[in-house]
């Protein structure tokens, strides 16, 4: 199969998944068979894939979706993925908070330099269009409980934490960006996200899925948060070590010189190691409550299997992006010769951003993705 058939499948895969549900069975076994017979017919792939897209797009879903505004499961379906997609939004406006400074840390990495662009565009493509998509379906929607109306529009408004601080701050002194008044705007964030997650979880609470203990998946999710954290605060703490010997380096240095200030100078140095000290400590009283706060849900309230899976994927993805803020952090507070120049940060940003946006629409949002049958096709659908 050369390029262009499959770029013609996944043309076809996308139309579908933009159709409305109850169309998608019918046009996917038609599409897919005009895609095996048009050598025959003697028509060009791209021709099928294009007019799928075309019809996807401008299908007259007035109609159908009047027949199917009452229908509890296209409710809350719609409610799930707009849910989902505000959610993950909310966060990844919200992760900006501890990377507001940034130094230049994958210089000179080639490939690793084009895979964290391309990544990073791509998050801040879904930070653009998520909220207006999820703002669009709650709108147009009619039986869209209260609760979840309010709960995505306050996590629309949470997804604009980072450009609301950017348009107060205007870029911001480095030196006092963490004081900064546009700092303000991820706080009010972060409540508005919280009261957000609770109203969903009161909207959602009768699940249909099992709730069951599940001592065995406990176990190993925080055995594997366990061990991230461990790596994680061994990390930081030689990171601080390098901090106070890059300190110890900088007196040496220039300390004869500015004997008359030396006190001051130790003063100041000594207030931001234990700026970084403090920074890292409550990194590791996070890192270690979410080793017991996944241990206690599996053994005590259970959940469903994904909600197993999802509970420690998302505290690692947590803990990542702490790691990569702190990280930040510490390197802001040192002097002298303490420099980073690997893409460590970038990478665990990146990762853990993309994970809390990939659990956020798994369990709220209801995402699956289902392999169709008899093609191999892979497609994408919410499910209440």
């Excluded at 030196?175 to 508005?192: E, F």
């Excluded at 190691?273 to 053994?299: D, K, P, Q, Y």
């Excluded at 392999?371 to 499910?383: I, K, P, Q, Y």
Aim: glycine share 10%; with cysteine.
């Amino acid at each position: 199969m050369n390029f262009g058939d499959s770029a013609a499948r996944v043309a076809v895969a996308a139309a579908v998944t933009l159709l409305p549900a109850r169309l998608r069975d019918r046009y996917r076994e038609q599409w897919h068979a005009d895609l095996r017979d048009a050598a025959e017919a003697g028509v060009r792939r791209s021709e099928v894939a294009w007019g799928s897209l075309a019809f996807a797009i401008t299908v007259n879903r007035t109609a159908i979706e009047l027949e199917r505004t009452r229908a509890p499961e296209v409710v809350l379906g719609r409610e799930r993925l707009a849910s989902g997609l505000a959610l993950g939004a909310a966060v990844v406006a919200l992760t900006h908070v501890g990377t507001v400074v940034g130094f230049s840390w994958n210089a000179g990495f080639g490939a690793v330099d084009f895979v964290l662009a391309f990544s990073a565009f791509l998050l801040a493509a879904y930070l653009a269009v998520a909220p207006i998509a999820a703002a669009t379906m709650v709108a147009v929607t009619r039986g869209i409980r209260p609760g979840v109306r309010w709960a995505v529009w306050l996590l629309v408004l949470a997804s604009f934490a980072h450009l609301s601080q950017v348009l107060v701050d205007g870029g911001g002194a480095a030196g006092g960006i963490y004081t900064a008044r546009g700092m303000a705007a991820y706080g009010i964030a972060a409540v508005l996200t919280v009261v957000a997650i609770v109203l969903l979880a009161r909207a959602f609470r009768p699940a249909t899925a099992i709730r069951r203990k599940r001592p065995l998946a406990a176990a190993v999710g925080a055995i594997l948060v366990f061990a991230v954290a461990g790596a994680g605060l061994e990390n930081l703490r030689s990171l601080l070590a390098m901090q106070r010997a890059a300190r110890a380096a900088f007196i040496d240095d220039y300390g004869p010189a500015a004997a008359a200030r030396l006190a001051d100078l130790n003063a100041g140095l000594a207030a931001a190691e234990r700026g970084s000290a403090t920074a890292i400590t409550l990194w590791g009283v996070v890192a270690f409550a979410a080793v017991f706060g996944i241990a206690l849900f599996g053994f005590v309230r259970g959940s469903s299997r994904l909600g197993a899976v999802a509970r420690p994927a998302a505290a690692i993805c947590v803990l990542m992006v702490a790691h990569a803020s702190v990280t930040v952090f510490v390197r802001l507070m040192s002097v002298g010769a303490f420099t980073l120049y690997l893409p460590v940060p970038d990478v665990l940003l990146i990762a853990g951003r993309c994970g809390l946006i990939a659990v956020a629409l798994l369990t709220v949002g209801g995402v699956r993705f289902r392999r169709a049958r008899r093609r191999g096709l892979v497609t994408v659908h919410s499910e209440a």
